[in-house]
């Protein structure tokens, strides 16, 4: 956790100061071609207050005023922001004028210590990023999904484990973020792989992710920095054990392999550790607490969690009709696949949607290659080489034109509704991973990750939010949006819960 209040403030301004991947705006010239500017009283502080105090708020309000594209002056920085499904469109579909590549780069760099020397090389951006795209397409990605419902099935024997009683109390983080993390983990970097070691500088290092990504002074992130090399050091050792590749995923073996054997000259175990390190961060970074929300919301609902115990309850119960002899028990993993990857489960589907809709707050950040670009529609701006443009997702999953006048509240069987295939037959933008040439690569191990291990949980333990401790009439007053633009949100408090066996 960050030291201090004042450490906590520099987060969400600089943060919620929309520079989520650290990159400077050019600063304009006075032209009416530019995009209108969100007025401010305090030169170098600018919005960044009022912005880090409710950002669904500021930017629903900006918006109504200036429009679908302005420009934010917070924390010394300036960010023209994109909030339209249109214009964000535009913007995906122009990638040889709006680029990612340069951020991507620069986060390398910036937030995970990757050596500038391995990032800005042909073979990072020629081999390495293909390399990651290929082996987590959708039909490649089925080994890492069958390791993750194995080492899934493990975490929950280990909790069942310490329900000794009628019923456990604990936290719903405990139950779920901490065991899907080891779960992620050993199906990725393999069973081998300490992760039980890294869990806590893990979590060091993503509450000062923020900062890192905002590129703030070491002062300020100290602690950070020493959890970062923890993790870095660990892997360093870890890559370097005799029989590690054992159980571990395509994506790693791959890459290690090619680092140390194709590329010249081969990158230094310390260089590899970095690299390696930054997939610790893409794998556990949101999904864990996804799945947390998805669980958090449904039993914030007024009948909790009961819908989805009846479709799996119904789902499980048709396949044992139609399979007489199944075992769907722990101890038959083939067979537990094979359910798992053939039931439909589609409220479980509609909740997993739903939640990464009202939880998450991704920025696609784009920097324009050329003078006199403009987008799509929007031809009222232009824009100059070097230009930075952050599309807020966010914005398009609360619109009330597009998700209707409930937009803002968690519907879970809002992705069951045919209407949200809109009259011409597209579907309505969902862009919880993104889009264009930045859409996350593993968003199909996340979500079929998500709907089975969800499931898994459904089928074993039965989680009631616990009375003795005063609950909110919806989970979604528990967001903390000071992470706005780095994908899913953390929770501002834990939430109580009673868990106890199913039978």
Known sequence: MLDSNSDLMVATTIAAGAVVMGYYYAKKKSDSRCPPVVPYIIPWLGSAITLGKDPDAFFHDAREKYGDIFTVQAAGMRSTYVMSAAAISAIYRNSKSFVFTPTRLEQAVKIFDMPHSIVYNDYTKETL??????????????????????????????????????????????ITHKPIYKAISASIFGPQFPAEKAYEPFLVFDDYF?????????????????????????FEEYLGTPGWEEGAAELITAVVDSARNENQPPWTDRELAAVINSDLWAANGNIGWAFFWCINLMLHEPRSLAPLY??????????????????????????????????????????????????????????????????????????????????????????????????????????????????????KPFLSFGGGVSQCEGRHYALKGCKFVLALFLLNFDIKLDPAYMAPSSGLALLDMTRIGLGVQRPKKPTHILVSKRQ
């Open 210 to 234: 923020p900062l890192f990504a905002a590129g703030a002074p070491a002062l300020f992130t100290q602690k950070g920095l020493g959890a970062r090399t923890q993790l870095i050091d660990l």
């Open 129 to 174: 990023f293909p390399m990651h795209h290929r082996i987590l397409a959708p039909s490649n990605v089925a080994p890492m999904i069958d390791a993750l419902i194995m080492h899934a099935v493990g975490v929950i024997k280990e909790l069942s484990s310490t329900i000794t009683g009628n019923q456990w109390t604990t936290t719903l983080e405990e």
């Open 310 to 427: 009846e479709e799996v309850n119904a789902a499980r119960d048709a396949w044992l009709q139609a399979h007489p002899s199944a075992d769907l028990s722990s101890d038959n993993l083939t067979e537990l696949g094979d359910f798992l990857n053939n039931a439909s489960l589609p409220l479980i589907t509609s909740v997993i949607s739903e939640t990464l809709r009202v939880s998450s707050s991704p920025f696609s950040i784009r920097t324009v290659v050329g003078d006199g670009v403009t987008i799509n529609g929007y031809p009222q701006f232009e824009f100059s080489k070097g230009d930075v443009l952050l599309c807020q997702a966010r914005s398009v999953h609360l619109d009330q034109e597009i998700y209707g006048p409930d937009a803002a509240a968690f519907k879970p069987d809002r992705f069951l509704d045919p209407g949200i295939v809109t009259e011409g037959g597209s579907r």
